[in-house]
Structures are given as structure tokens and as C-alpha cells.
């Protein structure tokens, strides 16, 4: 068997290639940092009433507790008052999706974080 040899051709696909990668690259980043320019712009106004609910919530949990302890209610009635409020913030509907959304992010991260560490482990050895 013999094999040809290697013809001039050869050279302009690898280099229309790297011209390939770095346009895709660049539209990706491009894509991607309009997209959460977009995000940003649109859910700001959610996230300052968001905050600012957390805070009236905050500052509430905080006269029930210095309430409920002044009127004497013992440390195992706060907790029971305090989970049933967790219990019923948690059985919403939108909560759950974010707490779901939350943990596929964190998967799939750890999923990521393994590849490039058995990759790096690869190419050391």
C-alpha cells in the first residue's frame, strides 16, 4: 500500500476551519452577553421588589420572633410557628420551579467541573 502524497489543498480547509471557530465564538459571546444585557434590563425591576419584599418580610420575622418572646412562648412553639412558614413559602408553586431550576444549575455544573477535571487529569499524565 502506498499512500499519496499530501497535496497543497490540504492547508486551506485546516485554515477556514480556525476562521469557522473563531466567528462561531464570537457570535456565541456575542449572543449570549446581548441575551443577558436583555435579562438584566427586563428582570431588574422584579429583583428591587423582590428585595424589597425580602426586607419587609425580614424586618416582620423579626418583630413576630422579639414578640413571641416577650409574651413568653417557649423556644419550641417560635420554631413550629417559624417552620410552618418556611413550609408554606416552599409549597408555592414559582418557589419550587426556582428551587428545581436552582438544582439542575448546580448539576449540571458539577457535571461540567468533572469533564474539565478528568481532562486536566488526562493531559497531565
Known sequence: MTHA???QDDERPRSWLVVWRVAA???IVTTGTGVVALGGFFLAPWAVRQLA???N?????VVWIVGAVNSGLDTWSILVGM???VSTVLSTPGVTLVLVGLEVVG?????????ILRLDKESSQ
Open 5 to 7: 502524497p499530501p497535496r
Open 25 to 27: 465564538t464570537v457570535a
Open 53 to 55: 419584599e425580602l426586607l
Open 57 to 61: 418580610l425580614t424586618a416582620r420575622a
Open 83 to 85: 417552620g410552618r412558614a
Open 107 to 115: 448539576i449540571v455544573a458539577l457535571f461540567v467541573l468533572h469533564r
